[in-house]
């Protein structure tokens, strides 16, 4: 079975810093891109950050430019989400996605992508 698995949410106060990490499964997606969104209670799912499948090229949304960052490891068929200084605001739902095809770039829209986690929860308290 084919599967993305998000770990790393959880509690976090205003400042802290997380990692997020995404495990795929089933196959490899070391020549897909991959992105994160987030979605927060009442809002719709938001575009967090992309990565090409080398992880050279990345793109952020402007709300987390300077303090996310996007990584992977296609030797662990993992990617990974630095969170610092958190800002309660940040409080949503992560999701991973991967998009189908191989070679195909990064994108900022949640359309583009085939695969899904099933997200994983941050909360952060100020």
């Known amino acids: 079975q084919v599967q993305l698995v998000e770990s790393g949410g959880g509690l976090a106060q205003a400042g802290d810093s997380l990692r997020l990490s995404c495990l795929a499964s089933?196959?490899?997606?070391?020549?897909?891109?991959m992105g994160w969104f987030r979605q927060a209670p009442g809002n719709e799912r938001e575009f967090v950050a992309t990565t090409d499948w080398t992880g050279g090229t990345t793109y952020y949304a402007d709300f987390v430019k300077g303090r996310f960052t996007i990584s992977r490891d296609n030797a662990k068929n993992t990617v990974y989400l630095q969170m610092n200084s958190l800002k309660p605001e940040d409080t949503a739902v992560y999701y991973c996605?991967?998009?189908?095809?191989?070679?195909?770039?990064?994108?900022?829209?949640?359309?583009?992508?085939?695969?899904w986690g099933q997200g994983t929860q941050v909360i952060v308290s100020s």
């Open positions: 996605a991967a998009r189908g095809r191989n070679w195909s770039p990064p994108s900022q829209a949640a359309t583009s992508y085939d695969l």
């Open positions: 089933g196959r490899t997606f070391s020549r897909n891109a």
